[in-house]
């Protein structure tokens, strides 16, 4: 392929992209190939259908986006390595480029849904698998209670992108979200003493010198005990 064909073809998917949230019936090949500058004929040529362009535009934007990597443990400190991946995870949904691909998520056509879905359900589940280790040598280091590792992970997963995301996809995409109160709502409940401990001193170094302090987070729950 040429560089002036990759480069149209770039500009192809760009421009696709920026009609994803339309759905495929709303809009018309016409309307893409005026916004790439190039012919319809080139398009049907190399995508076949409005379909599979559109398809391949939301995976061009994903695959620019890339995706938070799996959680990994750290030598001798997993709760450590759980509480940057949280972080992590948090701040990349938060991202106003990333609330308008999800927002463009919702509302394609049935096939291009489907595709995103199946790739998405087989992310969604190596995430957890991995997570759900972490949180086991979380609790043999006894920085978390003995609960379940597939439900703490589950927990995890859905508090870092509940307040990032969502909010972002209901209140808009410049919406800021108060990451160190985030975390701290979401591992208080799971911690033993020596993992308040470890949290405390994460929610330090997150916050920055306007930020509350940590006091003020909200009412110091009871420690459980360690096990």
């Known amino acids: 392929m040429t560089d002036k064909k990759a480069q149209s073809l770039r500009r192809v998917l760009d421009s696709a992209a920026g009609f994803l949230a339309r759905g495929a019936d709303d809009v018309s090949m016409r309307e893409i190939a005026d916004r790439a500058h190039c012919s319809t004929a080139t398009i049907y040529a190399v995508y076949g259908t409005k379909e599979n362009l559109l398809l391949a535009a939301l995976c061009h934007m994903l695959e620019r986006l890339g995706w938070p990597p799996l959680p990994n443990d750290h030598p001798g400190k997993p709760f450590e390595g759980l509480l940057a991946y949280a972080e992590a995870r948090a701040r990349w949904f938060a991202r106003p480029e990333q609330r308008r691909v999800s927002r463009s998520v919702v509302s394609p056509s049935g096939p291009v849904r489907k595709a995103v ?111």
Request: charged share 25%; net charge negative.
């Open 117 to 227: 879905a199946d790739d998405m359900l087989g992310k969604y589940r190596l995430t957890t698998a991995a997570l759900a280790r972490v949180v086991s040598h979380c609790v043999a280091a006894k920085s978390l209670r003995a609960l379940d590792p597939d439900a703490v992970a589950y927990g995890i997963l859905a508090g870092t992108i509940y307040e990032p995301l969502v909010f972002g996809l209901i209140c808009g995409e410049d919406t800021e979200v108060d990451f160190p109160a985030m975390i701290w709502k979401i591992f208080t409940p799971l911690v033993t003493a020596k993992g308040r401990r470890e949290l405390e001193s994460r929610i330090q170094r997150m916050a920055s010198p306007e930020a509350p302090l940590l006091q003020e987070l909200g009412p110091e729950p009871p420690t459980p005990a360690e096990r």
